[in-house]
């Protein structure tokens, strides 16, 4: 299968951990119906933990791009692109007390996929035709990782604490810190990201109506 022949403009979006990357997502799928935009996320593909890489201290990191199914990923986005549909089970995040569901993509005229490497891949990198980071000072994202992996995920916070300073840091400035010139728009998100979203959603319904 060829992405060339397809019809389906491309958006990549990345950002380290904590900056908002969900959030920001969340707020563009609320103006936007399924047959508008398709959103394919990286979350979804994290490798089962027992075959995620462990550190120098036997920690599992799951802030490698390794600890990603790249190519099923890579390859549900050629078949979106090619008017195909997509099937997969929902990624928990190793938490217990939350039920796996089917997570079921159709293919759209804007396809937006999301995650810490969507950039770091070239032949992801290459397939987007809009590219969009979005940034957040060390203590905002520290801030939302705690939050986020307290609640959400069930994490205690030395394991957060732990995981943001061995893991998190170091993958973002290996991953997506280098690709700050290469992007095409940074949305800073200290404080709201609400100028960057509505800037990018008159884009989208512009883009829907050509």
């Given at each position: 299968?060829s992405l060339k022949n397809s019809?389906?403009?491309?958006?990549?979006?990345?950002?380290?951990?904590?900056?908002?990357?969900?959030?920001?997502?969340?707020?563009?799928?609320?103006?936007?119906?399924?047959?508008?935009?398709?959103?394919?996320?990286?979350?979804?593909y994290y490798k089962p933990?027992?075959?995620?890489?462990?550190?120098?201290?036997?920690?599992?990191?799951?802030?490698?791009?390794?600890?990603?199914?790249?190519?099923?990923?890579?390859?549900?986005?050629?078949?979106?692109?090619?008017?195909?549909?997509?099937?997969?089970?929902?990624?928990?995040?190793?938490?217990?007390?939350?039920?796996?569901?089917?997570?079921?993509?159709?293919?759209?005229?804007?396809?937006?996929?999301?995650?810490?490497?969507?950039?770091?891949?070239?032949?992801?990198?290459?397939?987007?035709?809009?590219?969009?980071?979005?940034?957040?000072?060390?203590?905002?994202?520290?801030?939302?990782?705690?939050?986020?992996?307290?609640?959400?995920?069930?994490?205690?916070?030395?394991?957060?604490?732990?995981?943001?300073?061995?893991?998190?840091?170091?993958?973002?400035?290996?991953?997506?810190?280098?690709?700050?010139?290469?992007?095409?728009?940074?949305?800073?998100?200290?404080?709201?990201?609400?100028?960057?979203?509505?800037?990018?959603?008159?884009?989208?319904?512009?883009?829907?109506?050509?």
């Amino acid at each position: 299968m060829s992405l060339k022949n397809s019809n389906s403009f491309i958006i990549g979006i990345s950002g380290g951990s904590g900056s908002g990357k969900t959030s920001f997502i969340r707020d563009i799928k609320e103006h936007f119906s399924k047959e508008q935009i398709c959103f394919l996320s990286q979350d979804d593909y994290y490798k089962p933990r027992e075959l995620q890489k462990e550190d120098e201290n036997g920690i599992k990191n799951f802030d490698l791009p390794e600890s990603i199914e790249m190519d099923e990923f890579y390859f549900d986005l050629v078949k979106l692109t090619n008017g195909m549909s997509v099937e997969r089970p929902e990624y928990t995040f190793n938490n217990e007390n939350k039920n796996p569901g089917m997570i079921h993509l159709d293919p759209a005229p804007i396809i937006i996929v999301e995650g810490l490497f969507v950039f770091y891949e070239p032949k992801l990198f290459n397939l987007l035709d809009l590219k969009i980071l979005i940034h957040a000072s060390d203590t905002q994202k520290i801030i939302r990782r705690i939050k986020r992996d307290r609640v959400e995920r069930n994490y205690p916070l030395e394991d957060v604490l732990y995981r943001y300073e061995h893991h998190v840091l170091p993958s973002f400035e290996t991953y997506i810190f280098p690709f700050f010139n290469k992007v095409d728009i940074v949305i800073n998100n200290n404080k709201s990201f609400d100028m960057g979203k509505e800037m990018l959603n008159a884009f989208l319904r512009n883009r829907l109506h050509m």
